[in-house]
């Protein structure tokens, strides 16, 4: 038998790893088809709107603060949507009622507050269709948007609120408002590097009242324009 040389054979095994490699290369950048990945895809984290960005206030308190915050808005000409919690909302209907007509968006932030990646398809369903049959009949109109509490989902969830007609949304960034009480650092998380098609997470805090006429002055000194996340949305390419 003819002795193979040891040229060939580091020749031989080096085109073995380079295919090796080559395979396993293709794998890794492929897309990703898991079903948690699948689950990601159908959620909305921003939209594509080249100069519009979304301010979204969830809530399940501070309905006075809420009624500020329409004020501002309205005095800006922006728009911007309301998640809103149902049993705050059930306890606040002249509240609901009068964000529909300031032309502000409504949408379900759920009923009780509950952890939404930890219940059942059924769960998720009961949790989110009681909202929104509860907020379209106190506000007149229909809901489209929901975004889960403490941005907490699972399959179900975002399946549930698909056989409800609603897309599940969360944010691009966020404030973190409910635990940093302060203005300026408001502010700065709401605007530093925005740009269009972003959605920003916010609630109805003291603080972050005092910054909102700064965050709207911002933006339209940045040619952007606060619309509501359904506008938002409209413009994103699925």
């Given at each position: 038998?003819?002795?193979?040389?040891?040229?060939?054979?580091?020749?031989?095994?080096?085109?073995?790893?380079?295919?090796?490699?080559?395979?396993?290369?293709?794998?890794?950048?492929?897309?990703?088809?898991?079903?948690?990945?699948?689950?990601?895809?159908?959620?909305?984290?921003?939209?594509?709107?080249?100069?519009?960005?979304?301010?979204?206030?969830?809530?399940?308190?501070?309905?006075?603060?809420?009624?500020?915050?329409?004020?501002?808005?309205?005095?800006?000409?922006?728009?911007?949507?309301?998640?809103?919690?149902?049993?705050?909302?059930?306890?606040?209907?002249d509240c609901v009622k009068e964000i529909a007509a300031r032309g502000q968006e409504i949408g379900s932030h759920g009923y009780f507050h509950r952890e939404?990646?930890?219940?059942?398809?059924?769960?998720?369903?009961?949790?989110?269709?009681?909202?929104?049959?509860?907020?379209?009949?106190?506000?007149?109109?229909?809901?489209?948007?929901?975004?889960?509490?403490?941005?907490?989902?699972?399959?179900?969830?975002v399946k549930a609120a698909e056989a409800l007609g609603l897309k599940t949304v969360l944010w691009s960034r966020d404030t973190v408002d409910w635990r940093?009480?302060?203005?300026?650092?408001?502010?700065?998380?709401?605007?530093?590097?925005?740009?269009?098609?972003?959605?920003?997470?916010?609630?109805?805090?003291?603080?972050?009242?005092?910054?909102?006429?700064?965050?709207?002055?911002?933006?339209?000194?940045?040619?952007?324009?606060?619309?509501?996340?359904?506008?938002?949305?409209?413009?994103?390419?699925?």
């Amino acid at each position: 038998m003819k002795k193979i040389s040891s040229r060939a054979v580091a020749a031989l095994t080096n085109g073995i790893l380079v295919a090796v490699l080559t395979v396993v290369g293709v794998f890794c950048f492929l897309p990703d088809s898991s079903p948690a990945a699948e689950t990601e895809a159908r959620v909305f984290r921003r939209g594509n709107s080249p100069d519009g960005v979304s301010l979204m206030f969830n809530v399940y308190w501070g309905t006075d603060l809420v009624y500020e915050i329409l004020d501002i808005l309205d005095e800006n000409g922006a728009k911007a949507t309301f998640f809103l919690g149902g049993c705050w909302a059930d306890d606040n209907a002249d509240c609901v009622k009068e964000i529909a007509a300031r032309g502000q968006e409504i949408g379900s932030h759920g009923y009780f507050h509950r952890e939404h990646d930890k219940l059942s398809y059924e769960g998720n369903e009961q949790e989110i269709a009681t909202s929104v049959q509860y907020l379209s009949a106190v506000s007149g109109v229909s809901i489209g948007l929901f975004a889960p509490p403490s941005g907490a989902y699972n399959d179900d969830t975002v399946k549930a609120a698909e056989a409800l007609g609603l897309k599940t949304v969360l944010w691009s960034r966020d404030t973190v408002d409910w635990r940093d009480k302060d203005a300026s650092v408001c502010l700065r998380r709401a605007t530093e590097d925005v740009a269009g098609g972003e959605l920003i997470l916010m609630h109805p805090m003291q603080h972050t009242v005092e910054a909102l006429p700064s965050v709207l002055a911002y933006l339209g000194g940045h040619g952007l324009r606060a619309v509501t996340v359904g506008e938002n949305l409209s413009e994103t390419k699925r």
